[in-house]
């Protein structure tokens, strides 16, 4: 079956660490995005990738740094510098001019 | 820049009772539209989504949705509506944009509350 893969489902860190959210797409498609989702909010772009090695700012980087190395794999690194990172964090995949957007499950962060 | 809203953020409806999610979005250029819906602690799913052709779109789950270019509107419909409709549904659209290729803007949301 093709689809996203997010991991992990839920994550817990400790204030001043960096962590890292993985999304996974075998769907082939050439574009990937990662959005951060707060309680009883949209969704705001942080990143967007649309090949392999380039990748661009969103709406919200600061604080967030994203590597594309290979067309399946988007990482998302949740730095210390982010000043509120508890949140959903959800990755996305797309193709074509189109850009209808295909969603993983999703990624609970939460600062303790 | 293309904006969408989402005029509601909370609907209140009595199960079987017909429904109308609106869906405002500013833009001058062709667009596509989508409605995505989200059950709580999971990912967004794809309800259905206009590109052109008959302006009445029919998804999943018996919504509907009609595009009005006019009133640049997408509002989202279902007859009879059922407890487990009960979610976030997001309307989103994608403009081509020079140099950056189409990028997708989502609406703020609309909880979808159903009540027995």
């Known amino acids: 079956d093709g689809g996203i893969t997010q991991s992990p489902k839920y994550l817990f860190r400790k204030e001043g660490q960096n962590v890292t959210l993985s999304c996974e797409q075998n769907?082939?498609?050439?574009?990937m995005y990662w959005y951060r989702q707060d309680p009883g909010q949209g969704l705001r772009l942080i990143y967007y990738?649309?090949?392999?090695?380039?990748?661009q700012k969103g709406d919200i980087a600061e604080g967030y740094s994203v590597s594309r190395e290979k067309k399946e794999s988007f990482p998302l690194t949740v730095t210390s510098a982010q000043k509120n990172p508890t949140a959903f964090y959800l990755c996305?995949?797309?193709?074509?001019?189109?850009?209808?957007?295909?969603f993983g499950p999703g990624t609970r962060l939460t600062v303790l | 820049a293309q904006s969408v809203t989402q005029l509601d953020s909370q609907v209140p409806v009595f199960e079987e009772a017909p429904v109308e999610l609106r869906c405002n979005y500013s833009?001058?250029?062709?667009?596509?539209l989508f409605w995505y819906v989200q059950y709580p602690n999971q990912g967004l799913q794809l309800l259905l989504k206009?590109?052109?052709?008959?302006?009445l779109v029919k998804g999943i789950n018996g919504f509907e949705a009609e595009f009005n270019k006019s009133q640049t509107s997408f509002h989202l419909r279902k007859p009879s509506v059922h407890i487990s409709d009960t979610a976030e549904y997001f309307c989103?659209?994608?403009?081509?944009?020079?140099?950056?290729?189409?990028?997708?803007?989502f609406g703020g949301g609309t909880r979808l509350m159903v009540k027995p």
């Open positions: 996305a995949s797309s193709i074509g001019r189109i850009n209808e957007q295909f």
């Open positions: 769907l082939n498609h050439d574009a």
């Open positions: 990738s649309q090949i392999v090695n380039d990748f």
């Open positions: 833009s001058s250029v062709s667009v596509y």
């Open positions: 206009y590109l052109s052709g008959s302006t």
């Open positions: 989103a659209v994608s403009v081509t944009t020079r140099g950056a290729g189409n990028m997708l803007t």
